[in-house]
């Protein structure tokens, strides 16, 4: 839609909204306008303190809206399970699954706790275990929708399919980053 703003996200009095990496940047902005919009959310990232600030700063603005943080490591696969597993005990259908939370180029080829490279492991693996595990969820919200952010680098994307974790060749930015987004393309 051209020249869609925030002002056209729908009113929710009810729907639920989970946001990762919601504590700053774009993620929090998101959380920010649909909370004006009246969603309830689920804020998501790696550090509590910067959760409990991004919520208060949401409620000086919006002081009836319905927030809450929960915490999960996206480059930890038994983080991730423990988070579905309290969503899924709790039952409620969300609507809206915003995969936002990243990575980007650590000078240094680091690996995820289950062995992916950081990058592909945390910003690919970790969001398609995420949304794979709610997705009971998602289809009890008859209108569900996921939403994966990306980056522009994927448009000149190559695979080395054989060396897809980049434990041979690891150079972050181009090689690493577009490596990965594409093969994100292609899952």
């Known amino acids: 839609m051209k020249n869609w703003t925030a002002a056209n996200i729908?009113?929710?009095?009810?729907?639920?909204?989970?946001?990762?990496?919601?504590?700053?940047?774009?993620?929090?902005?998101?959380a920010l306008a649909l909370s004006s919009a009246g969603w309830n959310l689920i804020m998501m990232g790696r550090n509590?303190?910067?959760?409990?600030?991004?919520?208060?700063?949401?409620?000086?603005?919006?002081?009836?809206?319905?927030?809450?943080?929960?915490?999960?490591?996206?480059?930890?696969?038994?983080?991730?399970?423990?988070?579905?597993?309290?969503?899924?005990?709790?039952?409620?259908?969300?609507?809206?699954?915003?995969?936002?939370?990243?990575?980007?180029?650590?000078?240094?080829?680091?690996?995820?706790?289950?062995?992916?490279?950081?990058q592909f492991g945390t910003n690919h693996i970790g969001h398609f275990a995420l949304t794979a595990?709610?997705?009971?969820?998602l289809r009890k919200a008859p209108d569900a929708r996921v939403v994966t952010v990306s980056s522009i680098a994927n448009r000149d994307g190559q695979i080395n399919f054989e060396d897809l974790q980049s434990k041979t060749l690891y150079k972050p930015g181009k090689h690493t980053v577009r490596q990965n987004l594409q093969t994100l393309c292609l899952l």
């Open 10 to 30: 729908p009113q929710r009095s009810k729907g639920l909204a989970v946001i990762t990496g919601s504590t700053e940047g774009i993620g929090y902005e998101d």
């Open 48 to 118: 509590t303190q910067k959760g409990t600030e991004a919520i208060a700063k949401i409620l000086q603005l919006h002081p009836k809206a319905i927030i809450s943080f929960e915490q999960i490591d996206l480059a930890d696969l038994a983080s991730i399970k423990k988070f579905a597993e309290r969503m899924l005990a709790k039952g409620e259908a969300i609507n809206l699954l915003i995969n936002n939370a990243g990575v980007m180029t650590p000078p240094n080829r680091i690996e995820t706790k289950d062995g992916f490279e950081l």
């Open 133 to 137: 595990q709610l997705l009971p969820l």
